[in-house]
């Protein structure tokens, strides 16, 4: 497994404003997640992290909204843009440590945030 | 198209009961990896269990065991003796061989542990 740490681990924003979201590993990882988790529901795959190129996107998400980075093998970022209320939810950094399809995703602590 | 159910929303015990939570899930692949994850009030995702949709042994980790049943498409998780610490939810969830990395959630069940 891996140790794997977010910042912030929780803030409240308004409305309008943006927030990047911070996912560390501390060993380098073949692939990196981001999922979102709104109140009370189960866990939704924002994007996969790509290292070096673009995201790659689930549908319903775009690049505009949640822009993610993931400059090396251990470090990503995800930005939620121009944030309403309904963007209120946990978001959740997950890394898979191998490249073996069959791999365990490991999740990160979580950053939960509430939009005003 | 992959789907992971948890037909149990919440569930509540008293301390030292045992308890099973289900999962169904339904996919047309054969080979697909499960899942079982335990989120406390915390909120992080704490691993439990992965199983290979090739090995139907049921395992057995102090007090918690997993029935993996292809024939009915499940993979329970009983919990035995429960503490209150078990508290959390419980999410299992499903994985492709093919295609995108992508794990499918079950909507999770809310455990309840009373004392």
């Known amino acids: 497994s891996a140790v794997i740490s977010q910042k912030p681990s929780r803030d409240i924003c308004q409305r309008g404003t943006s927030l990047t979201i911070q996912c560390q590993v501390d060993?380098?990882?073949?692939?990196m997640f981001w999922y979102r988790q709104q109140p009370g529901q189960s866990l939704t795959l924002i994007a996969t992290a790509n290292q070096g190129s673009e995201a790659t996107y689930e549908s319903g998400f775009v690049i505009d909204k949640f822009p993610i980075s993931r400059p090396n093998l251990t470090f990503s970022t995800l930005t939620v843009s121009n944030m309403s209320p309904e963007d209120s939810s946990i978001y959740l950094c997950?890394?898979?440590?191998?490249?073996?399809?069959?791999?365990?995703?490991?999740f990160g602590p979580g950053t939960r945030l509430t939009v005003l | 198209a992959q789907k992971v159910t948890q037909a149990q929303t919440e569930i509540s015990v008293v301390e030292k009961e045992d308890v099973t939570l289900d999962c169904v899930y339904e996919t047309r692949d054969t080979t697909y990896y499960l899942f079982w994850y335990k989120q406390p009030p915390s909120g992080e995702l704490v691993f439990l269990i992965r199983?290979?949709?090739?090995?139907?042994q049921n395992e057995i980790s102090g007090r918690y065991s997993w029935n993996f049943q292809k024939s009915t498409s499940s993979f329970n998780f009983t919990i035995t003796a429960s503490q209150v610490v078990d508290s959390a939810v419980y999410f299992c969830a499903l994985r492709l061989q093919t295609g995108a990395n992508n794990l499918f959630f079950g909507t999770g069940t809310r455990l309840t542990v009373i004392p």
């Open positions: 060993s380098q990882v073949t692939m």
């Open positions: 199983r290979n949709s090739f090995d139907e």
């Open positions: 997950s890394v898979v440590t191998s490249s073996e399809i069959s791999d365990t995703q490991y």
